[in-house]
């Protein structure tokens, strides 16, 4: 600490008696001045208006030898420092006053009498004008510094026109007058070449923004059908937007954007029309698509225009509602989105994605699609190993790495940025002439009024959007509208199958919403509209429950290559996936298979897929067993039906096995030990089973536990299918047959009763099924060596042999068992 007389404390204490501060120097309570002398000025300061006038006086003297060729340097000179005559001199005269002002400055910074005195003389003024108002003393710099300007100007046309500045200062404008032609011509060639780029960048910002006025959208929150969670939401914004003051006046305000995010087809800009429909205010549609551009630039132009039109709007009809449909391909900077840190715990929702849209699921692995039947938890698990052992995957569904291309990438290159102003900017005030024809007469602007503009975006991938634009103030509430729930997809079948003729009952609509899973608002108008087209190319105007099935079907194992199998891969590929299919069917309680085909696709030859019987978030250690066990049934099934031999199809399958009972093992407690490997994991995104080094985690004593219960399990399906081996007879049968069963159908055949499609009472007669084994035997032989022995597929016996078993009983509308 720094004594009472050192230096510091001196100066922090006259800090302390100084007061307000001049342009002279600090000045304390009683108005004496706080230091000695003046700041002293550096060189340029106290040198540059010197030389401007030196400058200026020198253009005159040139001025006039150019005027006059007989006249020398010398005399041009003389004549302009007189102050009596000669144009330069009032030049003479600004130096010399300048040159005086400094030498008092000079002897200020030197003198500290000479400083007091010129203080008590002219720190009257500067006291006088620090008492007006910063507004008051700017208007007065602006006017004087006009009249020096114009004092200068008029300078100059008197040299010009060999006369007074004042009288040069009138003469300017007739002169201007007759020189105006060649003006206005010049100024039309320099506007034409403007002109142009100002039509091709106004051209290129249109586009992309559609105006629908009140009146003019029909969709009411009665239209969208299976979000009501989201919707009472959604309403209350809406009545911030109609009376803002019930808010406003206790002190809050008004949320000014919404994001909707969820997966595809879930009714996102649905909602966004029935906010439009409901408030009865103008609905601005943006396609954020319009934005990228070829030219920097335009994509600023876009969002100020559009700002401008809303603004406009907002106005005139006391608010609007704007929509951003894929505010991710505008929200983001232009950089990669969809991959990176947290893909891997999107892999529930991206499996769920693809059995929504009916494709065929999707697999990290190749082969056969063992991916399919496992729960949405072990596809997580077993998608997240596979995206760290294969640095570049394959594209996923919609998580899909996306590479930047072209100029300007939606957000980047100041779109995005004017976007984030345009939301959130300085309250600025708008309009020419309240900015700037009330600047120029002095008067303050008005404010700029409250708009009324509520902006809702919406997007499946909310990871791309730039954290700035997610912050309160910009996108206020953020809600997801995701899957939904039975109740939500029930009351969404029944709102599209009232558009149609159709003859479903209600418990048919109950189990269809039971078996659709994952099924958006999207995904059922098409299943609904395939359903017709199937009755339409029957003949038929009404909808049946087999229609449904049939559409069902379809959209879910996808368009055929019209590949055939020869007749031993076929029926290696049907046993295959009878395999699975039985054991699915007696182990796994959670699931009831939806489909079973053997159908060729793009990168599988046939799977099996169940569907979830309810919406369930936890998973226990039995349901993991129960899928390793139908992973495992393929290998287990092929060697036993083939005489210890197996194909390559099974690769996939133990992968999906083997990754889970490492999980199993090394994270969730459910093998030998307490302690957990992610505790000891090194990198964030490594493996949780790794052990540190280069060795096979199979090595290691947590492999050997894997192994042991992997062991164990396949016996435990190894005696399944052995106990039920003419139901994996049948069921491959069934497949060869027809390529395509559904899971009541698969249920029908083991169970000897009659399907929707299959009738599985055939099966359990002993003369069929000693058939049925005599076939798998030909084709084990076939198998074996003997390629040229004929494979014709047996045929269920007809319609005499079956009066003797049970009546038919019809599970077209009852509920999948839970418990089999």
């Not at 507004?135 to 008029?154: D, G, P």
């Not at 209350?236 to 954007?257: A, K, Q, T, W």
């Not at 996102?268 to 029309?273: D, I, P, S, V």
Request: charged content about 20%; overall charge positive.
């Amino acid at each position: 600490m720094p004594e009472p007389g050192s230096k510091r404390t001196g100066r922090f204490s006259s800090s302390r008696r100084l007061g307000r501060r001049d342009r002279d120097g600090w000045r304390d309570q009683a108005g004496q001045p706080g230091r000695p002398t003046r700041k002293r000025l550096v060189l340029w300061d106290r040198l540059k208006f010197l030389a401007l006038l030196t400058l200026l006086w020198f253009l005159v003297v040139w001025y006039q030898m150019a005027n006059n060729p007989i006249l020398g340097f010398n005399d041009a000179a003389r004549q302009n420092l007189q102050l009596d005559s000669g144009t330069g001199r009032w030049l003479v005269l600004l130096f010399c006053i300048e040159a005086v002002r400094q030498l008092s400055y000079l002897t200020a910074e030197h003198s500290s009498r000479y400083y007091r005195a010129s203080n008590a003389v002219f720190g009257r003024t500067d006291r006088a004008t620090h008492r007006m108002s910063d507004y008051t003393r700017f208007r007065l710099s602006r006017v004087a510094k006009w009249l020096v300007f114009i004092a200068i100007v008029a300078i100059i046309l008197g040299l010009v026109y060999h006369t007074s500045p004042l009288l040069g200062l009138f003469q300017a404008p007739a002169s201007i007058y007759h020189a105006l032609p060649i003006i206005l011509y010049a100024l039309a060639i320099m506007l034409l070449g403007v002109s142009q780029f100002i039509a091709i960048f106004w051209y290129l910002s249109r586009g992309g923004v559609d105006v629908y006025y009140p009146g003019d959208v029909r969709t009411r929150f009665a239209d969208v059908w299976g979000q009501d969670h989201v919707l009472e939401r959604v309403k209350e914004n809406m009545l911030f937007l109609e009376d803002p003051e019930s808010i406003e006046d206790h002190g809050g305000y008004v949320p000014g954007g919404i994001l909707l995010w969820g997966p595809p087809g879930t009714g996102k800009t649905l909602m966004a029309e029935a906010m439009a429909g409901e408030t009865g205010k103008p609905y601005v549609f943006v396609d954020p698509g319009a934005f990228i551009n070829m030219f920097f630039g335009v994509g600023v132009l876009k969002v100020k225009s559009l700002f401008r039109r809303l603004r406009r709007l907002a106005v005139r009809y006391g608010g609007v509602i704007v929509f951003f449909d894929e505010a991710d391909s505008l929200g983001n900077r232009g950089g990669g989105v969809g991959g990176g840190a947290g893909q891997g715990g999107r892999v529930g929702n991206a499996a769920r994605t693809g059995r929504a849209h009916g494709h065929s699921p999707a697999s990290p692995f190749s082969d056969c699609h063992g991916f399919s039947y496992l729960t949405a938890d072990s596809q997580s698990v077993v998608y997240s190993r596979a995206q760290q052992a294969d640095p570049a995957p394959r594209p996923q569904g919609r998580f899909r790495q996306m590479i930047p291309t072209g100029m300007n990438m939606g957000g980047g290159m100041g779109t995005l940025q004017a976007l984030l102003t345009e939301m959130s900017g300085l309250k600025k005030p708008r309009g020419f002439f309240n900015r700037v024809v009330r600047r120029t007469l002095g008067m303050r602007p008005k404010p700029p009024p409250k708009y009324r503009i509520l902006i809702v975006m919406a997007t499946n991938m909310p990871s791309a959007l730039d954290e700035a634009l997610l912050r309160p103030g910009r996108l206020d509430r953020m809600y997801r509208v995701g899957y939904p729930s039975k109740e939500g997809r029930k009351r969404t079948y029944e709102g599209y199958f009232a558009k149609v003729s159709h003859e479903l009952s209600a418990d048919e609509i109950d189990h269809l919403a039971t078996i659709t899973p994952y099924a958006t608002g999207a995904t059922i108008k098409d299943l609904v509209n395939e359903s017709l087209i199937v009755a339409l190319r029957d003949g038929r105007t009404t909808i049946e429950w087999a229609d449904v099935l049939r559409a069902k079907l379809a959209k879910s194992v996808g368009p055929s290559e019209g590949v055939e199998y020869i007749e031993r891969e076929r029926h290696a590929v049907a046993l295959h996936e009878a395999c699975h299919a039985v054991v699915s069917h007696l182990v796994q309680k959670r699931n009831v298979i939806d489909t079973a085909t053997i159908q060729k696709g793009a990168d599988y030859l046939g799977f099996v897929k169940p569907i979830p019987i309810e919406e369930q978030f936890t998973s226990w250690r039995s349901e993991y067993e129960a899928d390793i066990m139908v992973s495992l049934a393929s290998l287990v099934g092929e060697r036993m039906f083939f005489s210890g031999d197996s194909s390559s199809g099974v690769s996939g399958d133990l992968q999906n096995a083997t990754t889970i009972a490492l999980a199993m093992e090394g994270l969730w407690g459910m093998g030998g030990q307490y302690g957990s490997y992610a505790a000891t994991r090194a990198p964030h995104d490594a493996h949780p089973v790794a052990d540190g080094n280069d060795r096979n985690v199979l090595e290691t004593a947590l492999g050997g536990r894997v192994e042991a219960h992997l062991t164990a399990l396949a016996d435990r399906t190894g005696a399944l299918l052995s106990d039920n081996r003419a139901s994996v007879l049948a069921v491959g049968h069934a497949l060869e047959v027809h390529k395509t069963i559904s899971g009541q159908d698969v249920t029908a055949i083991i169970n000897g009763v009659a399907g929707p499609v299959v009738d599985g009472r055939p099966y359990k007669l002993p003369e069929f099924a000693g058939q049925l084994e005599a076939y798998h035997q030909r084709a084990v032989t076939a198998h074996g060596g003997d390629r040229s022995l004929a494979l014709p597929v047996p045929l269920p016996v007809g319609e005499a042999e079956l009066t003797a078993l049970p009546a038919v009983t019809d599970h077209r509308a009852d509920p999948p068992p839970s418990d089999r």
